[in-house]
């Protein structure tokens, strides 16, 4: 079973029957050079505090990686792509598509 399928349980009233046909919205909305580099960050910081928070059992830096990720992912989207994040409508194909999108910069397959 790939991830996509894993993934293909629509939310009720999605027009996405699958992180698959989701994706390429995903990226539609992250075209902006800029909007890219300030996810990568929040992403990264956000996997940092998480793995942080776990190890060292400071619970705190969960929530607290939660709100840094989001904020340098939405200063990316009002400020510099000038739209509104997928976030409001597809909450975990959005975080789904931030790591993805990552990994995907971090290998090469998109601009840095």
Excluded at 28 to 43: A, D, I, M, W, Y
Aim: with cysteine.
């Amino acid at each position: 079973m790939n991830s996509d399928t894993a993934l293909s349980a629509a939310p009720q009233g999605s027009r996405f029957a699958s992180f698959a046909e989701f994706y390429p919205f995903y990226l539609s909305e992250h075209s902006n050079r800029t909007c890219r580099r300030l996810h990568v960050v929040g992403t990264s910081l956000a996997a940092v505090l998480i793995a942080c928070g776990i190890v060292m059992q400071h619970w705190w830096l969960i929530p607290a990686a939660v709100v840094q990720g989001y904020a340098f992912s939405w200063i990316g989207h009002f400020v510099f792509e000038n739209n509104r994040p997928a976030t409001f409508k597809h909450p975990l194909w959005s975080v789904i598509g931030d790591f993805r999108m990552l990994w995907e910069i971090l290998s090469g397959r998109i601009a840095w």
